[in-house]
């Protein structure tokens, strides 16, 4: 298929049969917000609201209406988003919960992540562009400022694992870090030059801890000393989705940098590496987890297929392919394509189902829940749809 | 096949496919104390180890030594484990550690649970039967005691959903302190009386909240008030292996009381509503979870077949048959017997495979982990060897 027939067939699934099942059945015009745990159908399954989902529902919305169409339900839903994410997912420390009820009371807060901080930087940062008014871009990057203060703070987040016994760094928050900084940076150009930096050092240590010449593979997990833990399940854990995810960020800061030899090169190793561990070539889609020196996994759900790796397999291949014209990236992106197209895709109702077997067979057919709502999907379709 | 064949065969696998494997692979003659993550083979995985198998380890070995066999590497595995719980599971303020290093160093802490604490009470429980010491049975008595008060506490343990919003309760609290109850029972007959309150309130707890007559079924959690909590994903989370676990514990006190007919009664009952559930009629075994309206699940792993409710399911059903002479259930033993012997058995290197798909495929070869390890499978050999 010609690139340009993708381009087209990508928007039209964002805006007709990925944003209207969420507007339709997601959000919560009572009171504010967006709901996720829905059914097939768009039933509502739980209450209860994720708040990573408010902030990135937002940068959903926000960037549709910004890049692709400037719809009014789509800006009447960034408006519920940002107020409700004003009125109820702060706490009075600063911090944010992690889930509230549908009226918006706190339910829980998690004092080890900072992945709800980064999903409202990106929110505010698109809603920013979306509606322009510079003042959301500010608050996106103080935001962030709180965030890397909260990372190198010994205090505030308190680690799952004893730091003094069994010390670890992890590749999520580089990697996270690396995407909110450039989406902060697309709204705010004022701080190009402190971002920039920020970028830099975020990438200079995925690749110095993570992106592992002696193991030709991408760490989720290592030592501070970039030790490989092979003697602990954590420290063999591979997630190739991940990984790719994290490539397609890299190959998307190679972009920015006007084709940035060494960033592409980086971002192509690490999807190469990781496509080749993730890929089941028998069945199509990529792979939840694997252990990085084969040996048997703990994580017993290892060799299902989520949504979201695929998405971000789509994108990587697509971005691959646009750096490099080799045809090899885009037949991958049309096995990826096929393959979604074919499994996860409801043509029915709208949206994707979630969680396949590894025979590609439905596990549940519910369309959202704490962990799955309007994000990767419509974030592929976007990628791909854009110049 | 008669009773008693069964009783032989279950004996000879546990002295015979069990034990033997964790001895010689899990015992660690070093550091002390055993790990569990082990390869199909007893190849080591993962070089730390799980505070609840201390305990739980402790009690298969000191259970089998006190009524199966006097076999004196299970007298020297049990000495092993209480140094090590000794020695290194305890934190200062008198909290226990849920993981620890080789060497015994504090790597995780959970505050929200005192499951390490409840394995350890049935640990030392055993082991005073083992050794005929009553010191331990007197520990173990203590540190329920504290157990209980951490309990009814506010500010011990941290609940993960905040209480003042989404108030709930949940089965497995009562559930696991009435087993524990019950093992420290067997071993200090001097707090019989004390303890057969504790017990006679647990299970009251348990039968007014969560055996539901107005749904047919054994509920997870529900409002303090005893309210269904039908619009949250975990109001509706359906666990039937668990339940069955505890219907019998049930059926384990009606018998301990003369054939008890209310306990009984209740007891069947649970397994009768939570066998409806679970079981597969299709390929065989109980599935993990379900959902208490038939709506589509959150978990996604929700249909896989895990080792340890079969092993509930076995002895729940040769439980109930004992005390009913009823053939429906020797049939349903029967039935587990057949299917965990053709899926789960690993008669090549011994003890079970822990994972399986929906369709009894095997997800990953492990014998152990964190949540895997020498407990539930050798408890049912050994509950069935029991006169």
Redesign the interface.
Known sequence: MPIETYRETYRKRLLESILPFWLEHGMDRKNGGIYT?L??DGT?????KSVWFQGRALWTFATTYADVKDDTAYLDATRNLVDFIDNHCFDTDGRMFFRV?AEG?????RTRYFFSETFAIIGWAAYSRAVKDISYALRAFRLLEKVLAYRTSKDILVP???QE??PSIGFGVPMILLNTAQEVRRALPERKQYLDALIDSLITEIERYFVREDLQLVLEQCAPDGSFMA???EGRLLNPGHAIEGAWFILNEARYRDNDPHLRELGLKMLEWMWRIGWDSERGGIRYFADALG??????????K?WWPQNEAAIANWMAYRLTDDQKYLDRFAMVDTYIHSHFADDEYGEWY??L??DNSL????KG??FKGPFHVPRMYYMVSQP
């Open positions: 745990g059914d097939r509502l399954l739980e209450t209860d009820s009371q706190p339910v829980i807060k799952k694992f004893n016994i069994e003697e602990h399940f040996k048997s996994p703990t994580e017993y759900w290892h060799d299902m989520f979630g969680y077997h590894k596990s549940t057919p519910l829940n704490m």
